[in-house]
């Protein structure tokens, strides 16, 4: 990646901007873009397409192809207008990223030299009262990136208070959770939360702030969230689709914006380049295949203080890379013997 083509990228993404409002410039752009080195021909995979800025972008350095994929209807409406100023380079498609393989078959793309995956939720979505994902507005207790499965309220009007506890306390990594489930269920008892406001006002009468950066309902809707969405389980199934459809050389770009995401796709990519810990008696060691990743960078890739200051989301961003080997795809039960590990080491 030359200045110039960041220059190009940057001008581009400028105009989507002025044509798109809900349009803004991808967290961590220019690191992933010299990860993903766009060249002409080649065909680019964005599996998590939101306002379109990693298309956008990558279409502007290179003559290069783009599918891009997104669950939210929204964005693939948005995504299809902006598909047509590209004849043809642009395809998008309506889908989740853990079910890749499957959504390109039909297109039959050719040779895959890299994908890009900026997970969590858009800026478009948290700044839509009506998807209920922020306690910044009131809205409907929804969190849905798509219109199926169970709504945040569902969850907190089906969950036992022991199951809503532990939910809180593995996605939302509150240590209040007990005490928040609590609540949560005695106020649902007296009528049903629908409601953002509602949901974050309760959080915050048990919830003390101990940060003034941090609402004190942050974790919770974080978990619920990630619940409704089963954003962890989508990532599990996106890296192995990454590792399936990626060609020797072909390259991995992965934004996270938490804790809980930025360690799942470590430890994936520790394992698949050799870097795994080694088994226990519960779970012995296997005779372990050929390295199908080479890391890129031991560490991840935050943000400066200049994306900072423009961009405050890109403060908890997190940028991690690896390169796909010419070693054939690791079975799957390499990954559930990787995650029984994980579980006994809790």
Known sequence: MTAEHVEKAARVLTDHA???PAAHVPVLLD???AILTPHDGAVYIDGTFGTGGYSVALLAVANC????IDRDPEAVRRGRILADKYGGRLTIIEGRFGEMAALLAPFAPGPIAGIVLDLGISSAQLDAPERGFSFRYDGPLDMRMSPEGPSAADLVATRSEEELGQLIRDLGEERLARRVARAIKAAQRRRPIRRTRELAEIVRSVVPQT?????????????LRIAVNDELGELD???????HLLVP???????????????????????RSGWAPRGSRHAPDRV???ASFEVLGRRAVRAGAVEIARNPRARSARLRAAQR???????????????????LRK
């Open 65 to 68: 192809s783009v599918f891009a």
């Open 325 to 343: 080997t010419a070693a054939p795809a690791w079975p799957t039960h390499c990954h559930d013997l990787q995650r029984a590990r994980r579980e």
């Open 288 to 290: 372990a295949p050929a």
């Open 31 to 33: 690191a992933a873009l």
């Open 18 to 20: 002025a044509r798109d």
């Open 211 to 223: 940060d003034p950066g941090r609402d004190p309902a942050t974790r919770t809707f974080q978990a």
């Open 237 to 243: 199934r996106g890296l192995l689709e990454a590792e």
């Open 249 to 271: 050389g072909g390259r991995l770009a992965v934004v996270s914006f938490h804790s809980l995401e930025d360690r799942r796709v470590k430890q994936f990519l520790q394992q």
